[in-house]
C-alpha cells in the first residue's frame, strides 16, 4: 500500500469495528444517530477552524507522504475525517459503558476527578501562556470543565471520564503512529515539551475537550426530552 495512504488507514480502523458493532441489539447506537451526526458537525467544524488557525501559524504541519494531496483549507482530507471518525468511536464507547454498566453515572470519581483538573489547567496556563498549543488546549478544556461542573451539573459526567479514560489507550495508540512516523510535526516553540513517547501530552487535553464538546451537544442539546 502507498503510503500516502497512511493517515486514511488509520481514519478507517478507528471507527470500522465501532461502526460495524452500532447495530448490535443491546447498545443499539444506530438508534442514536438522529443526535450523534448533529454534535459531531458542530464541534467538527471547531476545531477544523483551529486546526486551519495553527497549521497556518505554524503550531503543526502534515506530511506529504503519508497522506493525500487533496487539501481543504490547508488541511489533509483525513484531518477532516478524523474529526469524524474518532469522535464516533469515542461517543461509541461511551454509550456501550452506559449500556452495559448502568450505575456508572453514580461514580463519585467524576466531581473529584474535577477538583483535581481545574486547578490544574489553571495552572498550565499560567505557566505555559507563551506556548500557543499549551494555552489553547488547556484553556478550551477549562471552559468546557466549568460549565459542566458549576453551570449546569450533569448527571452523565461519570460516564464520561470512564469514555474518556478508555478512548485513551486506542487514541494513544493512533496519535502514537501518526507523531513517530511523522504523519503530524509540532512545533517544539508552541507546546511544552512534555511528551507520552512521541505524543505531545497537549494531545489528552485537545481530546478531552473534544470529546467533551461533543457528549455536551449529544446529551443536552440534541437529545429527545421525555
Given at each position: 500500500m502507498p503510503q500516502q495512504y497512511t493517515y486514511l488507514l488509520l481514519d478507517v480502523l478507528s471507527?470500522?469495528?465501532?461502526?460495524?458493532?452500532?447495530?448490535?441489539?443491546?447498545?443499539?447506537?444506530?438508534k442514536n444517530f438522529y443526535r450523534l451526526f448533529p454534535s459531531i458537525a458542530i464541534t467538527a467544524t471547531?476545531?477544523?477552524v483551529w486546526d486551519i488557525w495553527f497549521t497556518i501559524s505554524g503550531v503543526w504541519s502534515f506530511s506529504e507522504i503519508y497522506t493525500l494531496p487533496i487539501r481543504l483549507w490547508s488541511l489533509p482530507i483525513e484531518e477532516i475525517l478524523f474529526f469524524i471518525c474518532v469522535p464516533y468511536a469515542c461517543i461509541f464507547t461511551y454509550e456501550?459503558?452506559?449500556?452495559?454498566f448502568p450505575t456508572g453515572a453514580d461514580f463519585k470519581y467524576a466531581?473529584?476527578?474535577?477538583?483535581i483538573l481545574l486547578p490544574f489547567f489553571i495552572l498550565v496556563i499560567l505557566l505555559y501562556y507563551n506556548q500557543l498549543y499549551?494555552?489553547?488546549a488547556t484553556s478550551v478544556s477549562l471552559a468546557?470543565?466549568?460549565?459542566?461542573?458549576?453551570?449546569?451539573?450533569?448527571?452523565?459526567?461519570?460516564?464520561?471520564?470512564?469514555?474518556?479514560?478508555?478512548?485513551?489507550i486506542p487514541f494513544l495508540i493512533i496519535n502514537g503512529i501518526l507523531t513517530s512516523l511523522p504523519v503530524v510535526s509540532y512545533n517544539p516553540a508552541e507546546n511544552t515539551g512534555f511528551r507520552i513517547?512521541?505524543?505531545?501530552?497537549?494531545?489528552?487535553?485537545?481530546?478531552?475537550a473534544m470529546l467533551l464538546m461533543n457528549i455536551l451537544l449529544y446529551e443536552?442539546?440534541?437529545k429527545k426530552k421525555n
Open positions: 471507527v470500522l469495528f465501532p461502526f460495524l458493532l452500532s447495530f448490535d441489539k443491546k447498545v443499539a447506537f444506530y471547531v476545531f477544523i456501550v459503558f452506559k449500556t452495559y466531581s473529584q476527578t474535577h477538583l499549551t494555552t489553547i468546557l470543565a466549568i460549565i459542566v461542573q458549576y453551570i449546569k451539573p450533569l448527571k452523565w459526567l461519570g460516564y464520561f471520564y470512564t469514555g474518556y479514560f478508555i478512548s485513551l513517547l512521541t505524543i505531545p501530552i497537549e494531545d489528552s487535553a485537545y481530546l478531552y443536552e442539546v440534541f
